[in-house]
């Protein structure tokens, strides 16, 4: 017995979400889309502030003044480790909110070093994209070059 292949429309995306299903003759980032866009990003931001209440929490009720300088030193880089984490995912915050502002601004989905359309396949694939698949390249290439 041989599965069947799932069509790619019908595989969920990012949060849960179906991927947006372009309508033919349909315009690039019109409201439809905007509204796709706008609620994964808004699962996503409300997804890493629970993630930041749960590390509140979990480092409260674990914080321990072990008498055991290595069991002291084991928690204190879990802790170390965690807070990088949710540092990271503030700047992520950061950059969710920014990007919800492009959407209200209807400046979402364009390139901001040459103006084309990212397109709809790479924004679910990373929903805070500002360049176009072209020009992150050649930002890639430029970091590469300079370290």
Partial sequence: ????????????????FKPYKVKKGEEYMNEAQEEHFR????????????EVDRTVHHMKDDAANFPDPNDRATQESEF?????????????IKKIDETLNLIDSHDYGYCVACGVEIGIRR???????????DCKTLDEIREKQMS
């Fill in 1 to 16: 017995m041989t599965a069947k292949k799932k069509p790619e429309n019908d595989l969920a995306g990012p949060f849960g």
């Fill in 39 to 50: 609620a994964i990003l808004k699962a996503w931001k409300q997804e890493l502030m629970e």
């Fill in 80 to 92: 170390s480790l965690e807070l990088r984490t949710r540092d990271r995912e503030r700047k992520l």
């Fill in 123 to 133: 924004l679910e694939a990373r929903p805070t994209a500002s360049l176009c698949i």
